[in-house]
């Protein structure tokens, strides 16, 4: 058989092999039932598309008003948008019987971490070991150094200068985030030096949520060509937390240098995670593991801190009612501390809580569900569907947050929902922002301390308002300008979904009360 033949055969074969396969896709797979996009049948490139455009969380809300409350939007892919669902898929009792996506391991560089694992005794020994890290305890020990943060923020914006609040959240954020972890001082917020850094790490973003809807994108490295911009950015990040551990190990050793040349670091989370001992084995983590642990909570926790502050101050800011309320609450607080309100202050401001979870409502900054992979022989059972073993299953965050089952008016900021004991409940079972059960966000806590401290301040301390350029005043709006469907509300904050949230706006201008003066 000569050379020639040999291709035909070859070429026949593989044609053979794909239309075996699309028709195996569309009629004989365990989830050729459900509707969805057509495409979808086949591959996950059209998932990437739109997480790389930022418009996925969005898309998979517009396809379950298309197709229903369960939609297949991979070949291998269940979306539920259902509370029974919710909690069948992420529950406290179920969640064990589900594995993380294997396309969440495009994200592990070097060691993986509690985020990119994907379950079993490995990641519960993990999130034991990091749960000492961020503990209640230890969080009342970190919330000095958020304070400290939080003051200068204040002491920035309240200048009374037009300030993009999507750029100073993250600010805030990144500092906040990397002193508690490293015990390090990069001060974007007073200096311009490392304000690059947050930025790399939302165009990095950019190509990591396009690989984890379709790894397939690796292959031959297309995603070289296709992400040019994002591999420069990530390279440009890892450049600097490169130099971030090479520091703290020195620093570990005696020796200062760089942002540690005036450090803190008894209680960051770095040297608490250097002698964190899993109770149930006794093991602690290596270097690589420490390293990735605490880049990947730098990484998230900022994300997920800033996402939350500018998405609450645009709501703030567009509901007078809200404002109004939350205003009065707030400066109704009797500080136990001089100059500066503590957590335990603001315990008891109900209304800002509420204000905070509704803000997470409307614009959480992971709007993508979560996907999980079903690892029970012979499938389970999610809201009364049979999910087959090898399938992955999960429920749009920003989706379920938006369905009329799951919430009245969903499109509408109303903070007193979570007020009313009823409907609190119900909506509470529905929320979830940080995802739930076994693999929940370990940080949950942190970052709610943070993002109340900091809108508890900005309130105690003076006011705020939108500016008086309309055309800034409208920036982080929707619009039909926009030429999505789906972020044509004015009064919704528009997040793009790269893993995390990416924002523009609110622009505010702020002004001290002359009490505090």
Known sequence: MNYLSVLVVAVAVTLLYLIAR??????????????????????????????????????????????????????????????????????????NKFLKSS??????????????????????????????????KAQLEYEPRLVGHIQKFCNAVFKGEPMNMAKWCNYLAFDSMTDVVFGAQYNLLGDEKFRYVPEMIEKSNVRISSL?????LTWLRLDKHLFQEAIYARNRFLKFVFRLLSDRRALSHGTARGVFENPSISLDVYSRLQDARDPVTGEGFGHDEIASESTTLIVAGSDTSACATASILFYLANNPHAYARVAEEVRAVRSSRPGHLAAADLAGCKYLRACIDEALRMSP???????????????????????????????????????????????????ERWLAPDESAHARACFVPFSAGIRSCLGKGLAYTEVTLTIGHLLWLGDFKLVADAELAAVGRGSRKLGVDGRHREGEYQLYDHIAGQKNGPWLQFTRRAEVQ
């Open 22 to 95: 699309v028709i195996y896709l569309a009629f004989f797979h365990p989830l050729a039932k459900y509707p969805g996009p057509f495409l979808s049948k086949f591959t996950c490139a059209r998932a990437s598309y739109y997480a790389w455009r930022g418009d996925i969380h969005i898309d998979i809300w517009r396809c379950h008003e298309k197709y229903g409350d369960y939609m297949r939007y991979g070949p291998n892919q269940l979306y539920v948008n259902t509370p029974k669902g919710l909690r069948d898929v992420y529950g406290p009792t179920t969640s």
């Open 212 to 216: 984890v809807q379709f790894p397939g």
């Open 103 to 136: 396309h969440y391991e495009v994200m592990t560089h070097q060691a993986a971490n509690t985020f990119t694992h994907r379950g079993g005794k490995e990641h519960l020994r993990r999130r034991r070991i990091m749960a000492q890290a961020v503990s209640t």
């Open 365 to 415: 900054p992971v709007g993508t569900g979560l996907m999980r992979e079903v690892a029970a022989p012979g499938g389970l059972v999610v809201d009364g569907h049979v999910v087959p073993m090898g399938c992955e299953v999960g429920v749009g965050t920003y989706a379920i947050h938006h369905s009329t089952r799951a919430f009245e008016d969903p499109f509408v900021y109303r903070p």
